[in-house]
């Protein structure tokens, strides 16, 4: 039978890489970076040719309403002592070259992550939290101690070090790897398109490597929920930029473009029925040293909580590209609350009785302070400099004291956050999956900032633990309010990208959510399978 399978396979897969001109319906979409290493998630993240992931199937994904939806697991379930999870696989999911997808394949791809200095490796310690997954890494401990294991052809089960109620979630970023073709290629396996295959709903055409550019087709042996509703797939990185990738739009070689914020009116006028908007479920705060002065007295933290006037900055200086931010969760994620996010409002009056009660009167006697920020581009790029002037502005003329602005190369800014080079910095942070845990996690027992308040970190352990949803919600706004009336943080925004869709584009995905978004290609494998041409 599996010779069979392989056999019927790859005739299948044979037949659709050299037949694209009978593809009926072809989309073009703009890419993500301009260059790759290697088709495989698994090996790298951040140095992945472009939506490498796409060919692979995750254990879970999330629709567009960022409800977890089961891919390649039918089903799960979690032990009574919260330590484990089992994980069964549907039946029937094949390989493009009409190998078996097993529980193996995906076991192996996180021992080789776990091996093979894989760049994303630190998620699985700090969000899975896999038993021994840092002892292993650390090559403490043999790849065998890890806490997963394929149980038979269709169970993986996983231990954890703490109960991880969240943990489909997680395993959202789970992709498998074809060990059969590892074991025959090595890593140069996703190098070569003749060599790579895929377990999810596509398959690829072509790979040019100069620009990342991709062509994807429909995986004809793909059996798995959420397939491909088009022929053909082309991502094009160049497009990228709304520079380049508006004109395409307009000359019809490009079905939606990502838009900056000079091009935004235009777009409303011309094509107001295609405008789409998406958080992007990030948020940029500054955050301090709270161990040094100035920024030890907390009367001070909370001036500049009170002397931002965020619905100006982003109705003015920000507009079209960030909403006002008054919690570290964005509208619409998971735990999302909104009489936290309330409480972040702009009192001058308010600032400044902090500022004097700190010892500081209209900022007299205030050292001059330097706030730090990361050298980058995208949506923060677009974001970050006129927000940070903005605020040397407002602090200036509120409160009355001096602070300078420095740029950095992330590798630097993240050193003085971590090594407390400097006591003041604006910090972007961008979700790794759909669950609040992700976000305080980053302040728990010290997290990215060196971040210790007791009853935080008993909150939030707690919040993390509990299998109850509603429990859990109670304890992470618990949590928060310990971070706000501490002022650890300041939230500033959250960031937002503007597109414009074609009107051939139909599909469930071409249309907002609930809350009036449209992720596009940020939740690609639901996207590219929800969405269909005229």
Known sequence: MNALLKTLGALVLAAGLSAP????????????STTGTYMDYMKTVYARATFAELLQLPLTSFDKEF????????????????????????????????????????????????????????????AGGIKNWKEVTEGKADVSTLGIKAVDDRTIAI????PKPYLPSVVSLWYPV????????????ATDVKTVVSSGPFVIESWEKSNNSVVFLKNPSYTGPWQAQVDRLEVDPTLGAPEVGMPAFLAGEADYTYLNTGQVPVVQQRFAEGMRKNAVFAVSYISFDMESAPFDNVDVRKALYYA????????????????????????????????????????????????????????????????????????????VPPMLQYLQAQFKEILGITMNIRVMPTKDWMDGLLNKKNNLFLA????????????FGIFYNGGRHNHHVAKYDELVAAADSNPNWEERLKLYAEAEQVLIDNASIVPMVHPITMAVISDQLTGDASQPNAQGFTP??????????????K
């Open 178 to 189: 074809p060990k059969h073709m590892v074991d025959k290629y090595g890593d140069d396996w």
């Open 428 to 439: 972007p942070y961008e979700y790794d999956y759909l669950d609040p845990s992700n976000f």
């Open 21 to 32: 001109a009978l593809a009926q319906t072809t989309i073009v979409a703009p890419g993500q």
């Open 308 to 383: 931002v006037n965020r619905d100006e900055l982003t109705q003015t200086v920000l507009k079209d590209v960030a909403i006002p931010a008054g919690s570290i969760l964005a509208p619409g994620y998971p735990g999302y609350n909104a009489e936290i996010a309330a409480e972040a409002v702009f009192d001058p009056e308010k600032a400044k009785e902090f500022m004097a009660e700190a010892g500081y009167p209209n900022g007299e006697g205030f050292p001059e302070v330097e706030i730090w920020y990361r050298e980058e581009g995208g949506y923060n790029g677009a974001i």
């Open 159 to 162: 231990t954890t070090t703490a």
């Open 67 to 126: 409800e977890l939806t089961p891919l390649a697991a039918e089903s799960w379930k979690q032990s009574d002592d919260g330590l484990t999870w089992t994980f069964t696989l549907r039946e029937g999911l094949v390989w493009s070259d009409g190998e078996p997808l097993t529980a193996e394949d995906y076991v192996f791809a996180l021992q080789r992550a776990a091996t093979a200095g894989y760049d994303f490796a630190w998620y699985w310690d700090f």
């Open 520 to 533: 596009l290609d940020r939740l690609g494998h639901y996207f590219f399978t929800h969405l269909t041409k």
